[in-house]
T-cell receptor, first 110, second 113 residues
């Protein structure tokens, strides 16, 4: 089971870049890395997904080193509205292995 | 936009009652999921379905069953509710071509007394 390890919490200030690193030492060859965001009283929301190197969309960037044993979610210039819990998941098509874990609680301060 | 709706936002049931949680998605997604979320434990997969009438157990299926008679609807059933099933229940769906991009409903906070 490709479980992940993330920091429990992080603090940042508005306008800063935030990097959240996730460790997944047991990642399998066909596993993708996926990140979700969850606000209080809402279901998680898909942010970004990648397999290797770098992926960027309008919300975030995802950096994956060659060995794929870790990944970093980068949020550029965060605002107060980015305060949320961020989950890193690894998994392929077998959803039994799609493990959410406890996530990283990001607190953005003014 | 994908919309996943759940039948209730809040639900209070008594121990031993049979409880039905309904989930409907409007994007013709093949995959549907039921999770429960508890403080400190994150989200845990109860059951998922990749097609009508098909179901697979997740990490914590004990005490739950599911039904998927139509593609858009996935029901979670608590046969005999117990207090340890008090939790937030989240339904999600995803397409067969983007299985890991799950769309979640707003959740149902179930309290069993």
């Amino acid at each position: 089971l490709a479980k992940t390890t993330q920091p429990i919490s992080m603090d940042s200030y508005e306008g800063q870049e935030v990097n959240i690193t996730c460790s997944h030492n047991n990642i399998a060859t066909n596993d993708y890395i996926t990140w979700y965001q969850q606000f209080p009283s809402q279901g998680p929301r898909f942010i970004i997904q990648g397999y290797k190197t770098k992926v960027t969309n309008e919300v975030a960037s995802l950096f994956i080193p060659a060995d794929r044993k870790s990944s970093t979610l980068s949020l550029p210039r965060v605002s107060l509205s980015d305060t949320a819990v961020y989950y890193c998941l690894v998994g392929g098509y077998n959803f039994n292995k799609f493990y959410f874990g406890s996530g990283t609680k990001l607190n953005v301060k003014p | 936009d994908v919309k996943v709706t759940q039948s209730s936002r809040y639900l209070v049931k008594r121990t031993g009652e049979k409880v039905f949680l309904e989930c409907v998605q409007d994007m013709d997604h093949e995959n549907m999921f039921w999770y429960r979320q508890d403080p400190g434990l994150g989200l845990r997969l109860i059951y998922f379905s990749y097609d009508v009438k098909m179901k697979e157990k997740g990490d914590i299926p004990e005490g739950y069953s599911v039904s998927r008679e139509k593609k858009e609807r996935f029901s979670l059933i608590l046969e005999s509710a117990s207090t340890n099933q008090t939790s937030m229940y989240l339904c999600a769906s995803s397409s067969g071509t983007a299985p890991r991009e799950q769309y979640f409903g707003p959740g149902t906070r179930l309290t069993v007394t």
